[in-house]
């Protein structure tokens, strides 16, 4: 049986690992910047063509997945600039710069997809020192662990705290000196970097870049941002961040599961967007059945009364 | 210290509901004045302090702060010389983050921000003093995030980061407004204490008629976008609550409409 081998424990891992930082960068815009970026549907590709076109052109992996980084950062700035500078709504600005993105990934990989198969990968190093079985997974596990801890530290520093001041109360942290414009810009670019950074281990992982790949990345990302509040509930930082490493690993766990349980794979994105709806709306959601049922208890009352 | 020349400010200019909120004022303030504000709702208090704060930009005159013309300069770069509290407790804090979380962000208030660690046992044994100067018992509770404090505490925390970071203008709207008289109370001691200590400029809107006279040392009122009386010194001293409210009739040929101000009489 699937679920009794180790193997499957194994991938799914490590394509959650793959896709953590894609979760850690739309927490970055969703939860501590407030700001609903579409960005990610193109610098999540562009991470992977960036990173897959430098590779076959014989740069080094490590040097090709920083590149990959750079790449979404400059995505996310010009989200940033396009929303700050010239006024156009967060989510008009980001589906712009996605729909751009998609030129520009055909643009970089000369065709829709780039095989990376007998290439070399960043997890190489690791494959070496660790063995070839777990090598990939302890790779993966480090990058992941080093991103986190970094953005931990990152976020308690004086200028970070000014980024989630911005998230949380922009009128009052301006009063405070602080160019919120420029915070966004920044928040942005350094989200989208660690997007594009996700599609640059991906592409990896999976030996292929697609210009495709970028599809539904947005959702898969709140879904694991979701999933981690389930199970971590506090603003703490440190905590949180692990909670969207956890979320991200569950998530591809789901998914992983529904697949081996016969789902069709195309009907997973209606499935994972219904999930992420409920999730969203259960507050309201919440409020209405407890509106219902205040008016139930009035009424009841009343008609003692009467 | 602080000059407001020739202020005018429009909104929806050139559109039908075209709206003359400040028209034509003039204001001078030395250092260590404290001038309460009053009017009726709409009358353009609020909008004089968005004109200092650099929420807005005047489309006629000038702000100038010790001999600096800062008429054009963004709220951010305003930020290193003033200090703000609204009318609602949840604007002058970042609801999410702790009590020292949001000191320090204050604490580092118009100075660049760099890449160290917001919080240090210096930064936290400094906070913790300025927090029990407050009297609340907030000092035990640093590590608390904001949004589990009542709005008196808010806004007290609200005045103390407002004061954080050496600004020398305070700007108050309405800040007690939105609070149950005691906690007014409490909160207007603390201002005229947080005042003092730290030799502030004040400019303090309220439609308590009564602090408008007994807090400060200064008083204007304003009627359409216009400064309609202004007192101070001797004749100031002098002025009962019962005299100001005719002389509101007087000047702007109507009574003066704000509930509130009525309300607050007594
Ligand atoms: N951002 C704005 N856009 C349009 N009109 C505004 C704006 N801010 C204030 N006003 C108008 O300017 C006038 C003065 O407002 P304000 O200064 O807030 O009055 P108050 O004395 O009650 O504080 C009002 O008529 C108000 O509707
Ligand atoms: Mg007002």
């Known amino acids: 049986m699937w679920y009794l081998n180790l193997n499957f424990y194994m991938k799914t891992l490590e394509e959650g690992m793959a896709f953590v930082l894609l979760a850690m960068g739309v927490y970055i815009t969703f939860r501590i910047l407030d700001f609903a970026d579409l960005t990610v549907e193109g610098s999540f590709p562009l991470g992977a063509a960036v990173a897959a076109k430098s590779i076959v052109s014989g740069l080094n992996p490590v040097l090709a997945t920083i590149f990959a980084f750079l790449a979404g950062c400059i995505a996310g700035m010009i989200t940033g600039i396009i929303n700050t500078r010239l006024k156009i709504a967060g989510l008009l600005a980001g589906i712009l710069t996605m729909t751009s993105l998609y030129s520009i990934n055909l643009r970089i990989m000369g065709k829709s997809q780039i095989s990376l198969f007998r290439k070399p990968r960043i997890f190489d190093g690791f494959e070496r020192i660790f063995g070839s079985d777990y090598g990939t997974l302890i790779s993966l596990i480090i990058i992941v662990f080093i991103v986190k801890i970094l953005l931990d530290f990152f976020l308690h520093t004086e200028f970070g705290m000014s980024i989630r001041a911005t998230g949380d109360n922009p009128v009052m942290i301006e009063t405070l000196g602080i160019n919120t414009d420029f915070i966004k810009i920044f928040g942005l670019a350094l989200a989208n970097g660690m997007v594009a950074l996700s599609g640059a281990l991906f592409a990896q992982y999976s030996s292929s870049a697609d210009v495709q790949m970028g599809m539904g990345m947005i959702v898969v990302g709140l879904a694991s941002v979701i999933i981690g509040e389930v199970f971590v509930r506090t603003s703490k930082i440190p905590f949180a961040t692990s909670g969207v490493i956890l979320g991200a690993v569950l998530y591809r766990f789901a998914i992983a599961v529904s697949l081996r349980l016969g789902f069709d794979a195309t009907d997973l994105k209606i499935v994972t967007a219904v999930l992420v709806i409920i999730a969203l709306g259960a507050p309201s959601l919440r409020r209405f059945l407890i509106q219902d049922e205040f008016a139930e208890k009035l009424l009841e009352e009343v008609d003692e009364d009467a | ?266």
């Open chain 2, 1 to 266: 210290m602080l000059k407001l020349e020739n202020i005018h400010k429009v909104f929806n200019y050139g559109k039908v509901n075209v709206n003359h909120a400040l028209n034509g004022v003039d204001l001078s303030l030395s250092e260590g004045d404290f001038l309460t504000i009053i009017g009726s709702n709409g009358a353009g208090k609020s909008t004089i302090l968005n004109i200092v704060a650099g929420t807005y930009t005047p489309e006629i005159g000038r702000v100038v702060v010790d001999g600096k013309d800062v008429t054009r300069w963004p709220t951010h770069k305003r930020a290193s010389f003033v200090g703000r509290v609204f009318q609602d407790p949840l604007r002058g804090t970042a609801a999410e983050m702790t009590i020292e979380e949001n000191l320090s962000l204050a604490y580092m208030r118009g100075k660049r921000r760099g890449l160290k660690l917001g919080l240090n046992k210096k930064r936290r044994d400094e906070f913790r003093e300025r927090l029990s100067w407050l009297g609340l018992g907030l000092e035990d509770r640093l590590e608390d995030p904001v949004k589990l404090l009542s709005g008196g505490q808010r806004q007290a925390l609200t005045l103390l980061m407002a004061t954080l970071g050496e600004p020398i203008i305070l700007l108050l709207d309405e800040h007690t407004a939105a609070l149950d008289p005691k906690t007014a109370e409490q909160i207007i001691n603390i201002t005229r204490r947080i005042v003092e200590k730290n030799k502030l400029t004040v400019l303090m809107v309220t439609h308590n008629m009564k602090q408008a006279l007994e807090m400060g040392n200064r008083t204007i009122m304003m009627d359409k976008g216009k400064i309609i009386l202004e007192l101070q010194g001797e004749e100031r001293e002098k002025m009962t609550i019962g005299e100001l409210v005719k002389k509101f009739s007087e000047k702007s040929g109507q009574e003066l409409t704000d509930d509130r101000v009525l309300l607050a009489k007594e």
